[in-house]
């Protein structure tokens, strides 16, 4: 792979084929939010979150790459059961996954916001 194929952020480098690995593990990702009795509307805007990624990928819709490499931590960190606070603790484990997630929903609100009017156009 090409060096220019990479993004680095925080000491990590995404490539195309960790993005391609979140897409292939979204129903698991989305069951297990789920899962949670989490509310629809974050729920739906998790569904937007694999979108962009897809949409993205296939180069219909252009967003930073940083934003890119931020949907894929987050969503890795959701379906990874080795987090801050582990799973499989009652309450607190499902918190930090809702924490992180609901943080860069509201970091990411315009480019949300861009993405549905992409799609009301696509």
């Known amino acids: ?3 220019s ?3 680095d952020f925080s000491g990590r480098e ?4 960790d993005a391609e690995e979140v897409l ?12 949670w009795g989490w509310s629809k509307d974050i729920l739906h805007k ?17 967003v930073s790459p940083v934003i890119i490499v931020a949907i894929i931590t987050v969503l890795i960190y959701i379906l990874s059961p080795v ?3 582990p799973d499989f603790i009652p309450i607190a484990g499902q918190a ?18 861009q993405y549905v009017e992409f799609l009301k156009k696509k």
Do not use: C
């Not at 995404?14 to 084929?17: G, L, P």
């Not at 998790?46 to 252009?62: R, Y």
């Not at 809702?98 to 480019?111: K, P």
């Open 96 to 113: 930090d996954d809702f924490t992180v997630l609901t943080m860069l929903l509201a970091s990411i609100t315009n480019v949300i916001d």
């Open 83 to 85: 987090d801050a606070i």
């Open 24 to 35: 292939r593990n979204e129903e698991k990702i989305k069951s297990k939010v789920k899962g």
């Open 14 to 17: 995404y490539s195309k084929e």
């Open 5 to 7: 194929e990479y993004v």
């Open 46 to 62: 998790l569904t937007l979150l694999f979108g962009i990624v897809k949409d993205t990928l296939s180069g219909e819709f252009k």
């Open 1 to 3: 792979m090409e060096e």
